[in-house]
């Protein structure tokens, strides 16, 4: 059983803090070797934490790792190969005389070098019947014969699974027997033929579907608030003013809020008091000057003080220029305009149909312009359900996928989750001791059937996204990836924390093109949308009420009964009283 210590440092070094930005990235080493403390922790609570390949060695005898004594091997004799569930397959290879016998002469040349034996001076070549005799009296019977079968089988694995059936090996392979039950039939310089399973790279193939492609037409449902029909209202009656007709206003008539005039200005610097002081720019006045009288399209005072007046007329109008001006010169400063009013005319907004959306755009009907319009406004608050959206498509686009979930991509996934749910515990206040009896091969047995539907969904997922941006050329614009990493790199410049441009670059090229395929997916998929009011909370509960008011009649009719109830108590005390008073005086 893992002792406290190592359990207390794992999840130290879970607790060591991790960048996670505004944009949703996690990244630098810092959140890898937080993992690797924690599998560390697991591997010593358990072998099913160990590397996923040594997960399966309970079914199969020995994971292979790497040799160090590489061997040249040509035209080895065809493999054979058998298709396994869960995206594994079985490979049986056969190494030639000539490469046994020197893969075997070659690890004993190489081990000669770096051991001792009484009698031969260090670096001598040894005899390997010699060498076997000295490893076998210090436990290590069969080691050379071992670490060849390593080595042929790391040279002809690789060709096999590779090379000859062009599949993509996912982990370290397993021999299917031990290789010191192998290594008691190998012989030097004559044929020998070995078994191994690995998982392979799977292959996405596509459900069938009426659609014209088969991730076309993604159905689901998701929530999100209603558009703001404020600022819908407001960007429709701003682009109606930008096509209003002007009609002339009859002599006499005073100008009002919406209508328009053509005019002169000549403006002067001014003091608190309102005094004309030293004229202003000509850049600041002008003449034949066209206004609209509509709040804050102007600097605050000058429509104001042209509502009432009458072509001919001029006004003395006192305002102060914005403080946010480019001319600094000007900025914040208080003016006075003579404005002299030289036409008027009143402005005609155009009806909301057809004729005004094919002013717009020739060819646009009313209802495509309202929808076009209510998507530019909406866009920005739409953002905030994207993640929505994104997990409609996505469980949509999983039902579309047939794909084997590799064991070792599903162990690997699932030990993730479960150290991430361990640092939570942790985080939350339990203590290491408890955590410590957590950390179990049952429980994580357990814990990895319970999310495995969820990880094959996320693996189809990241495959489907993958091929789709190939199919449909999904490519990140390198300006919208400079952004975000120049972005990235100031947060973590100001949090301190180290900034590894090679390792993030291409996590921020893959979420951004995720990103777009989504967007492509809901462009061309059939997503319902249901819209909720957050402000309101749940709503109404109508059966709720209805309840709760019943309940309040209850207990009106509870309490009458009591007082009426108190009430004769009351009365039947005092009567009594009474015969008592009475029975005494007589």
Known sequence: MIK?????????????????????????????????????????????????????????????????????INNPPPSKITFLPESAVEVTVTAPAAATKAAYEKTALELSKTISIPGFRKGAKIAPQVLESHMASKGGRNAIKVEAIKALLAKLVDVAVKEEHKLDPIGQPVTLIPLETLAESFVPGKDFTMGVKCDVWPTLKWAESEEEKPYHGLSGKYSRKPYDETKFNLAMKDLRDRYAVLEDMPDGTKLDWGDACTVNMVGYMSNDAGDKLEPLPNTASGENVEVVLGKGRYMEGLVEGLVGAAVGETKTVQTAFPERLKDKTLAGKKAVFDVSILQSSTRKLPELDDEFANDVRPGMDIKT??????????????????????????????????????????????????????????????????????????????????????????FKVTLGTEEIAKLESVEVPAYRVDEQMASLKKESEQSGEEFDEAQVRPRVENTLQRRMVFDYLAENGNLEVEFKDEEGGEGFDAELMDTLAKDSIAREETLAIELEEKDKAEAAAAAAAAADAESDQA
């Open 4 to 72: 406290i210590s190592k359990v207390a440092l794992a999840l130290w070094c879970l607790s060591a803090a991790t960048i996670t930005t505004t944009q949703g990235y996690s990244f630098v080493g810092n959140n890898h070797a937080r993992q690797r403390c924690l599998t560390s922790a697991l591997t010593a609570a358990s072998p099913s934490f160990v590397h996923p390949a040594t997960v399966t060695s309970s079914r199969f005898a020995t994971t292979l790792s790497m040799s160090s004594v590489e061997v040249d």
């Open 369 to 458: 312009l309202r929808d076009e319009l209510q998507k530019a406004v909406d866009e920005e608050d739409a953002k905030e359900f994207v993640e929505d959206r994104n997990k409609a498509l996505s469980e949509a686009l999983a039902t579309r996928i047939d794909i084997e979930m590799p064991d070792s991509i599903l162990v690997n996934q699932a030990r993730e989750k479960y150290a991430e749910m361990m640092t939570d515990f942790r985080t939350n206040g339990m203590s290491d001791e408890e955590i410590q009896k957590l950390i179990t091969p049952e429980n994580f047995l357990k814990y990895k059937n319970i999310v495995k539907p969820a990880i094959v969904n996320d």
